[in-house]
């Protein structure tokens, strides 16, 4: 497709359980960001890669998340033991130039019971 | 470190009434990008616009409207005449080659334009 596809679109998990979210951005787009939005809150940065350079994980909350991006293109965030606040909506984007806007999926909705 | 700060929270209008949006921004670097994102009910987050440091030529589309004034490190973003469909949040987001151009955005405001 033309847009950053994200899967699946909803996700119900038990606490304790690892969830992989996954992220398809815009073929040949060189940066990939990950963000995460609580209800009625606004975008959390969790981790960004740019190219070949190391990626930004200054974001991420805690060890128990963690991202890769196989290839440069198909990003995949995985956490791993989830808890109940880590219901959100996990959001991916991409953009072509470092300095260039950024495209979002439609976001994953991950709910922990 | 950069930073962009939307000090209004939530902004509540009737419709057709004019709405500006506030985003102050900071960063050392002198090359910088500016942006301005908008997620409407529906959830997908929709670029609206991006600027660049040494552009400070004012921009119209249709009923929005941007300012920048580097004096004040602002980009201001107004929407003229209001409609329902303008409802939504609107993120004001900052990208410095400091971060690798890593996009930064502010907490939000959420507009709300009432019949």
């Known amino acids: 497709g033309a847009g950053v596809s994200q899967s699946p679109s909803n996700k119900v998990t038990e606490k304790g359980k690892d969830v992989e979210l996954r992220c398809d951005p815009i073929?040949?787009?060189?940066?990939l960001y990950w963000y995460r939005q609580s209800l009625g809150q606004g975008l959390e940065f969790l981790i960004y890669?740019?190219?070949?350079?190391?990626?930004?994980k200054s974001g991420l909350p805690s060890d128990r998340f963690s991202a890769e991006r196989t290839g440069g293109s198909v990003s995949t965030l995985t956490i791993q033991r989830t808890q109940q606040e880590d219901s959100a909506v996990y959001l991916c984007?991409?953009?072509?130039?470092?300095?260039?806007?950024?495209?979002f999926g439609q976001g994953t909705r991950l709910t922990v019971v | 470190a950069q930073k962009v700060t939307q000090a209004q929270t939530e902004i509540s209008v009737v419709e057709k009434e004019d709405v500006t949006l506030d985003c102050v921004y900071e960063?050392?670097?002198?090359?910088?990008?500016l942006f301005w994102y908008k997620q409407p009910p529906s959830g997908e987050l929709v670029f609206l616009i991006r600027?660049?440091?040494?552009?400070?030529q004012n921009e119209i589309s249709g009923r929005y409207s941007w300012n920048f004034q580097k004096s004040t490190s602002s980009f201001n973003f107004t929407i003229t005449a209001s409609q329902v469909v303008d409802s939504a949040v609107y993120f004001c987001?900052?990208?410095?080659?400091?971060?690798?151009?890593?996009?930064?955005f502010g907490a939000g405001t959420t507009v709300t334009v009432r019949a």
């Open positions: 984007a991409s953009s072509s130039r470092r300095y260039s806007e950024a495209f």
């Open positions: 073929s040949g787009h060189t940066a």
């Open positions: 890669f740019q190219g070949n350079s190391a990626p930004d």
């Open positions: 960063t050392r670097d002198t090359t910088y990008y």
């Open positions: 600027r660049n440091s040494f552009d400070e």
């Open positions: 987001a900052l990208s410095v080659i400091e971060g690798d151009y890593k996009l930064s």
